[in-house]
């Protein structure tokens, strides 16, 4: 190929990673359904593709759109995603949604065993009966969920804070898992000691796969702080915005949102209230402030 054509083919794709993935309306032609991109990270499910076919298709229907997941495995290359006016909306944790409040906008909240709250679980092996908190877990093997979690990793971290310890200090080793299913395989299978996970994520798996949390137990159980929630970018058009969140509120009132629901282990969603993750922001607090 010449110079010339390589050059040329590098400035085409320089354009086409510079247009915004699936954007609202900038995708749609007419008498086409407009696109959504609705990012997400794997959360807990091991048949994750088929609820989220069943999930698009659904939001689909309601909204008179084309909706479609885009995963990551981390919170970090969603929220940059979200940054970039790449996604229309995700499913975010509370943490980087109170940390990027300048590019992501909040649209619904989980409704989870009747409120818009959930724990940070501690858990440790079924052997060890004598662990009730992460202070007495010094020169351990600990695993985080991810560094962008609030439960898999500010939530433990702060615990320390709290305590005067150095958590850089603390542990023999940690490590993180990049999905709270996967701190539940490594306590369970020895790699680590203890760890920290979404308590949501866990009573799901604990429900519909009770064999793999057969050999953990939950040693300690958070505050409650605001559920993991839906945020949209920025610049998300306001009639746009509306319609995906109605489509989201109103997934309990239909037969087909129900059954995803269902799966998904949750009561419904339930409009934005910021207040819910004051909480959080009092951990961000703490963690900035560090250890005495």
């Given at each position: 190929m010449s110079p010339i054509r390589n050059i040329r083919?590098?400035?085409?794709?320089?354009?086409?990673?510079?247009?915004?993935?699936?954007?609202?309306?900038?995708?749609?032609?007419?008498?086409?359904?407009?696109?959504?991109a609705f990012g997400t990270t794997a959360v807990f499910l091991d048949n994750e593709i088929s609820l989220l076919e069943q999930w698009s298709r659904e939001l689909g229907d309601v909204c008179s759109a084309d909706v479609r997941f885009v995963q990551r495995n981390s919170y970090r290359e969603i929220d940059d995603l979200i940054a970039d006016n790449r996604l229309d909306l995700a499913w975010v944790c509370g943490f980087p949604y109170v940390t990027h409040e300048e590019t992501m906008r909040l649209m619904a909240i989980p409704d989870y065993l009747g409120q818009p709250l959930y724990h940070s679980y501690l858990i440790v092996p079924s052997?060890?009966?004598?662990?009730?908190?992460?202070?007495?877990?010094?020169?351990?093997?600990?695993?985080?969920?991810?560094?962008?979690?609030?439960?898999?990793?500010?939530?433990?971290?702060?615990?320390?804070?709290?305590?005067?310890?150095?958590?850089?200090?603390?542990?023999?080793?940690?490590?993180?898992?990049?999905?709270?299913?996967?701190?539940?395989?490594?306590?369970?299978?020895?790699?680590?000691?203890?760890?920290?996970?979404?308590?949501?994520?866990?009573?799901?798996?604990?429900?519909?796969?009770?064999?793999?949390?057969r050999d953990v137990r939950v040693a300690w159980r958070s505050p409650l702080y605001g559920f993991p929630p839906i945020v949209a970018r920025r610049s998300l058009d306001e009639e746009s915005f509306l319609r995906i969140q109605r489509a989201l509120v109103g997934m309990k009132d239909q037969p087909a949102g129900r059954d995803v629901l269902q799966r998904l282990n949750l009561d419904g969603f339930v409009p934005d209230d910021d207040k819910v993750f004051d909480g959080i922001r009092r951990l961000v607090a703490i963690l900035n402030a560090g250890p005495v």
């Open positions: 083919r590098r400035q085409i794709l320089r354009f086409a990673l510079s247009v915004p993935l699936l954007s609202y309306f900038k995708v749609a032609v007419a008498n086409e359904n407009p696109a959504v052997s060890d009966a004598h662990t009730t908190h992460i202070t007495q877990l010094r020169n351990r093997v600990f695993a985080f969920s991810d560094p962008g979690s609030n439960s898999g990793f500010l939530v433990p971290t702060t615990e320390l804070i709290r305590a005067g310890i150095r958590p850089t200090r603390f542990f023999r080793k940690s490590f993180f898992t990049y999905a709270h299913r996967k701190v539940i395989d490594a306590v369970t299978s020895g790699l680590a000691d203890a760890g920290e996970i979404d308590g949501y994520v866990y009573d799901t798996i604990q429900k519909q796969y009770p064999e793999r949390t």
